[in-house]
């Protein structure tokens, strides 16, 4: 399996933008999370999906954030209007049944905001 | 509410020197208690883990003990090398009455010297 995908990479954008990451999980997995990363508050989780529903999003910073999980092998995180303080590593892991508890953690989308 | 506090970094060792990076969580049930490893540039990877009381985990020199008299799940390793040089997250599952709940700590950033 080539693991949870990520895209883009890196993202570089103007304040008041959209943007939106992306997230491909492992196929048969059944948990999604959405983390954000920052030198400042460490690592958060942002939202999780069971079975593709929101189940907390407790973690989601304000309205300007936004997920979705359309379908078993995709979902979003997307901000708008970006400001600058959005500037982070944003990480998608994905976990599965198989009783382990383990998250397989995606490589990240890096966002600058400017 | 349910957490982890992990110690503060960032840590600096001397090539084959111990390593002890501490955790303690607060959870009202029975916590499985994870150890990721975040290596440069790079998402997350499991490290070790441990399910129950008095578990310990291990992989790649490291180990952790499940310690529910003092609530700790320390991570451990007798003799570090350069290559360890990462960041480090002690992390929680725990099952709620909403579904399972994520808890990550700061990370504790660990370079070490040759």
């Known amino acids: 399996d080539a693991g949870v995908i990520q895209s883009p990479r890196h993202e570089v954008t103007e304040m008041g933008q959209e943007v939106t990451l992306r997230c491909k999980p492992i196929s048969g997995h059944d948990y999604l999370f959405w983390y954000r990363q920052t030198m400042m508050r460490g690592l958060e989780l942002l939202i999780y999906f069971n079975n593709n529903v929101p189940i907390d999003d407790s973690g989601m910073p304000e309205d300007r954030f936004s997920a979705k999980m359309p379908n078993a092998s995709f979902s979003t995180l997307k901000i708008q209007p970006s400001e600058p303080r959005d500037s982070a590593v944003y990480f998608c892991a994905s976990r599965g049944k198989d009783g382990t508890d383990t998250q397989y953690f995606g490589p990240g989308t890096r966002l600058t905001v400017l | 509410g349910d957490s982890v506090t992990q110690m503060e970094g960032p840590v600096t060792l001397s090539e084959e020197a111990c390593l002890t990076i501490n955790c303690t969580y607060t959870a009202t049930g029975y916590p499985s208690l994870f150890w990721y490893v975040q290596y440069p540039g790079e998402g997350l990877q499991l490290l070790l883990k441990?399910?129950?009381?008095?578990d310990k985990g291990s992989n790649k020199g490291f180990e952790a003990t499940y310690r529910k008299e003092t609530t700790s799940f320390h991570l451990e390793k007798g003799s570090v090398q350069v290559s360890d040089s990462a960041v480090y997250f002690c992390?929680?599952?725990?099952?709620?009455?909403?579904?399972?709940?994520?808890?990550f700590g700061t990370g504790t950033s660990l370079t070490v010297i040759p």
């Open positions: 441990a399910t129950k009381a008095d």
């Open positions: 992390a929680l599952r725990i099952l709620s009455n909403t579904g399972n709940q994520f808890y």
